[in-house]
Nanobody, 125 residues
Framework: QVQLVESGGGLVQAGGSLRLSCAAS????????MAWFRRCPGKERELVAA????????YYADSVKGRFTISRDNAKNTVDLQMNSLKPEDTAVYYC??????????????????WGQGSQVTVSS
């Protein structure tokens, strides 16, 4: 069993930055692909960024490429999402998720085994 606890959301003006962090309990953190999803108002949950267990491969949605960076520290059991140049359309609840298949990045929420509670990010124009 893995528990994920997120922190770092909040309110920021357009063009600003925020950093989300996700701390995982349990062992074998490097055995999980970690991802950040978001649910924008009125939309389905979407994959924003992901990183495989070793940290050797990442994925970014086209809408965040060049602005967001995902990173993980397997010694500390944490995964972070650095968000720069934020836009009002980035407003969403952001979720940390873990997939027991550590070498593959799955695009669908149903592929992920564990979820954080969600963290609100609001970008004002």
């Amino acid at each position: 069993q893995v528990q994920l606890v997120e922190s770092g959301g909040g309110l920021v003006q357009a063009g600003g930055s925020l950093r989300l962090s996700c701390a995982a309990s349990g062992r074998s953190f490097s055995s999980y692909t970690m991802a950040w999803f978001r649910r924008c108002p009125g939309k389905e949950r979407e994959l924003v960024a992901a990183i495989i267990g070793s940290g050797g491969r990442t994925y970014y949605a086209d809408s965040v490429k060049g602005r967001f960076t995902i990173s993980r520290d397997n010694a500390k059991n944490t995964v972070d999402l650095q968000m720069n140049s934020l836009k009002p359309e980035d407003t969403a609840v952001y979720y940390c998720a873990a997939d027991r298949i550590a070498t593959f990045i799955a695009p669908r929420p149903s592929s992920y085994d564990y979820w954080g509670q969600g963290s609100q990010v609001t970008v004002s124009s």
